[in-house]
T-cell receptor, first 117, second 115 residues
Framework: AQTVTQSQPEMSVQEAETVTLSCTYDTSESDYYLFWYKQPPSRQMILVIRQEAYKQQNATENRFSVNFQKAAKSFSLKISDSQLGDAAMYFCAYRSRSNFGNEKLTFGTGTRLTIIP | NAGVTQTPKFQVLKTGQSMTLQCAQDMNHEYMSWYRQDPGMGLRLIHYSVGAGITDQGEVPNGYNVSRSTTEDFPLRLLSAAPSQTSVYFC??????????????FGQGTRLTVV
């Protein structure tokens, strides 16, 4: 079974600065997807960024980028130019590439990010 | 597009009561699932379905029942509510095919309190 570990329960960053959230995972599969989801106080789960394991290039979405280290099974999220609206709980999640029952997301325990004005 | 519609948003139950959380999606997704979110534990899979008429258990299925009679709907039933089922519940859907868009779409969540 796959596991996802987020070792930072809470992080804080000054507005406009850069912060990195850590995530490690364990799997015996070679092909999979990794995600970062954001959960603001509204409770809505919002996809921030997605990485396909077979792609060596790190994914980027505007101010959000990842550092994907497949051999080390590490998937960190970097938020540049932090904004007040980035304050939320962030979840790292794993999904197998195979289907027919393996589409489930395995989540980490989350990192609560606070933005300091 | 409505996406994933989950109702109700809040619910208080007494121990022993039963209820159904509703979930509907309009994206023709094959895969639907229910998660519960507890502090410090992330989201854990309760039940899932890969299509109409097909359901299976996830990580924490005890005390919950599901059925899927249509592609669109995937209700979650609490058979006899217990305080341990106090949690936030999320319904999610996605395409099942591994070569397609794998993004999971979530409902807005239900905060359930069992007293």
């Amino acid at each position: 079974a796959q596991t996802v570990t987020q070792s930072q329960p809470e992080m804080s960053v000054q507005e406009a600065e850069t912060v990195t959230l850590s995530c490690t995972y364990d799997t015996s599969e070679s092909d999979y997807y990794l995600f970062w989801y954001k959960q603001p106080p509204s409770r809505q789960m919002i996809l921030v960024i997605r990485q396909e394991a077979y792609k060596q290039q790190n994914a980027t979405e505007n101010r959000f980028s990842v550092n994907f280290q497949k051999a080390a099974k590490s998937f960190s999220l970097k938020i540049s130019d932090s904004q007040l609206g980035d304050a939320a709980m962030y979840f790292c999640a794993y999904r197998s590439r195979s289907n027919f029952g393996n589409e489930k997301l395995t989540f980490g325990t989350g990192t609560r990010l606070t933005i300091i004005p | 597009n409505a996406g994933v519609t989950q109702t109700p948003k809040f619910q208080v139950l007494k121990t022993g009561q039963s209820m159904t959380l509703q979930c509907a999606q309009d994206m023709n997704h094959e895969y639907m699932s229910w998660y519960r979110q507890d502090p410090g534990m992330g989201l854990r899979l309760i039940h899932y379905s890969v299509g109409a008429g097909i359901t299976d258990q996830g990580e924490v299925p005890n005390g919950y029942n599901v059925s899927r009679s249509t592609t669109e709907d995937f209700p979650l039933r609490l058979l006899s509510a217990a305080p341990s089922q106090t949690s936030v519940y999320f319904c999610a859907s996605s395409y099942s095919r591994a070569d397609s868009n794998t993004e999971a779409f979530f409902g807005q969540g239900t905060r359930l309190t069992v007293v």
